[in-house]
T-cell receptor
C-alpha cells in the first residue's frame, strides 16, 4: 500500500489558487490517485481522481508528473466554503483503502 | 437514491456495554468499509469487505467485529465498549472497479463511551 505524505496545514485568502502536493514515492503501476474533501462532522467527499498527466473537473485540477511519485491538487479561486481537510489517497489492487492525516486548508476573507 | 445510510447518528455507551452500528448502501457496491476518526485526526480503517460473506481486518480491528450477509448491509459490532472507542465512525462503499478508489461515505455515527 503506497504511503502518502501531505502538508499538515495551508492558509489562503479568498480568490487565490491553492495547490496541495502529496508525495507517494512507492506508488505501484496499478495505483490511482484520488483526492477527498472533508468538512467538520461530515464524511469525506470525492473531489477528483487521476492516473497520470492532468485531470480537470468543475471544482479542481489534478497534476501528476510522469514519474507519478507525487501529485498536486489545485483549487482555483478558493472561497471561505473551501475551508476543509483534504486527503490524498493512493489505491490500486490492495483493497485496504487507508487515509493519511490530510491537509487542513483554511481560507480567510 | 439514499447512498450510504448509517444508524444511529449519536450514541452514548457505558464501559462494558455492546452495540451495533448499522450501515446500508443501495448502490449495489461490492466493497464496503468501516473507518473511525478521532478528534483532529485522519481516518483509520477498522474492517472492510469485498463482497457478501467476505470480510478482513484493517489497521485497527481490535474490539470490533463485522459481518456481511448481504451486499447492502455491513454492520459493525462493538463488544465490551471502552473509552478508547469514543470516536466518529464512518461507513463507506465503493463500486466494483476498486482501482478507482472512489468511496461514498455515510454521514457518520458519533459514539461516546463513558
Amino acid at each position: 500500500l503506497a504511503k502518502t505524505t501531505q502538508p499538515i496545514s495551508m492558509d489562503s485568502y479568498e480568490g487565490q489558487e491553492v495547490n496541495i502536493t502529496c508525495s507517494h514515492n512507492n506508488i505501484a503501476t496499478n495505483d490511482y490517485i484520488t483526492w477527498y474533501q472533508q468538512f467538520p462532522s461530515q464524511g469525506p467527499r470525492f473531489i477528483i481522481q487521476g492516473y497520470k498527466t492532468k485531470v480537470t473537473n468543475e471544482v479542481a485540477s489534478l497534476f501528476i508528473p510522469a514519474d507519478r511519485k507525487s501529485s498536486t491538487l489545485s483549487l482555483p479561486r478558493v472561497s471561505l466554503s473551501d475551508t476543509a481537510v483534504y486527503y490524498c489517497l493512493v489505491s490500486g489492487d490492495d483493497y485496504k483503502l487507508s487515509f493519511g492525516a490530510g491537509t487542513t486548508v483554511t481560507v480567510r476573507a | 437514491n439514499a447512498g450510504v445510510t448509517q444508524t444511529p447518528k449519536f450514541r452514548i455507551l457505558k464501559i462494558g456495554q455492546s452495540m451495533t452500528l448499522q450501515c446500508t448502501q443501495d448502490m449495489n457496491h461490492n466493497y464496503m468499509y468501516w473507518y473511525r476518526q478521532d478528534p483532529g485526526m485522519g481516518l483509520k480503517l477498522i474492517y472492510y469487505s469485498v463482497g457478501a460473506g467476505i470480510t478482513d481486518k484493517g489497521e485497527v480491528p481490535n474490539g470490533y467485529n463485522v459481518s456481511r450477509s448481504t451486499t447492502e448491509d455491513f454492520p459493525l459490532r462493538l463488544e465490551l465498549a471502552a473509552p478508547s472507542q469514543t470516536s466518529v465512525y464512518f461507513c463507506a462503499s465503493s463500486p466494483r472497479t476498486i482501482n478507482t478508489g472512489e468511496l461514498f461515505f455515510g454521514e457518520g455515527s458519533r459514539l461516546t463511551v463513558l
